[in-house]
């Protein structure tokens, strides 16, 4: 079955980063884009950026350039988000999830989510 | 880009119908049929409930449905059941990104 399993909890400090892994499986990995959202605590989600994971071209929140970097390895059909310069208010659920296996234009498969924590 | 706008909560008892409200602008819910509805339970990764607007992905119950005006999309449930109990979200295309509304609570009563 189609699924997005993704790596687990981290915790760190401010000023670090963090690089959270999604592994997909069940369905071809280079046919569909996948997104980063995350969730702070109590809080909404918020879209972070995409990826293609055929050519690698990303595109990201204006509120996160110059701070994050998604990548891909087409050998393991697994997409990578890294954050830098942690600060407390990354602290968040972070969950991966592909665009259009199964609705066009909509996030249709999601990860299990990564908890993040930033504290000193 | 600013959030869509959704109320903070909405309420009905067991069997009626409620409607959800998402507000946006003529940048992205107005300008696109691409809004999607997301239903999420506490501690629970996202679900897709609608896309394109009103479509309904396989396995979601009939009971949802989903609608736009202009700027505004909205979702309804109509005989709503104790398992409706969650938040949603509404997400819209805009272009170069994509945005989420605010959340909703919704409350069985």
């Known amino acids: 079955q189609v699924q997005l399993v993704q790596s687990g909890a981290e915790v760190k400090k401010p000023g670090a980063s963090v690089k959270v892994s999604c592994k997909a499986s069940?369905?071809?990995?280079?046919?569909?884009?996948m997104h980063w959202v995350r969730q702070a605590p109590g809080q909404g989600l918020e879209w972070m950026g995409i990826?293609?994971?055929?050519?690698?071209?990303?595109s990201y929140a204006q509120k996160f350039q110059g701070r994050v970097t998604m990548t891909r390895d087409t050998s393991t059909s697994t997409v990578y988000m890294e954050l830098s310069s942690l600060r407390s208010e990354d602290t968040a659920v972070y969950y991966c999830?592909?665009?259009?296996?199964?609705?066009?234009?909509?996030?249709?498969?999601w990860g299990q989510g990564t908890m993040v924590t930033v504290s000193s | 880009q600013s959030a869509l706008t959704q109320p903070a909560s909405v309420s009905g008892s067991p069997g009626q119908s409620i409607t959800i409200s998402c507000t946006g602008t003529s940048s992205d819910v107005g300008s696109y049929n691409l809004v999607s509805w997301y239903q999420q339970h506490p501690g629970k990764a996202p679900k897709l409930m609608i896309y394109e607007g009103s479509k309904r992905p396989s396995g979601v119950s009939n009971r949802f449905s989903g609608s736009k005006s202009g700027n505004t999309a909205s979702l309804t449930i109509s005989g709503l059941q104790a398992e409706d109990e969650a938040d949603y979200y509404c997400c819209s295309y805009a272009g170069s990104s994509t945005v989420f509304g605010t959340g909703t609570k919704v409350t069985v009563l």
């Open positions: 999830a592909s665009y259009g296996i199964a609705a066009a234009y909509a996030f249709d498969i």
């Open positions: 069940g369905y071809t990995f280079t046919s569909y884009y």
């Open positions: 990826i293609n994971p055929s050519g690698g071209s990303t």
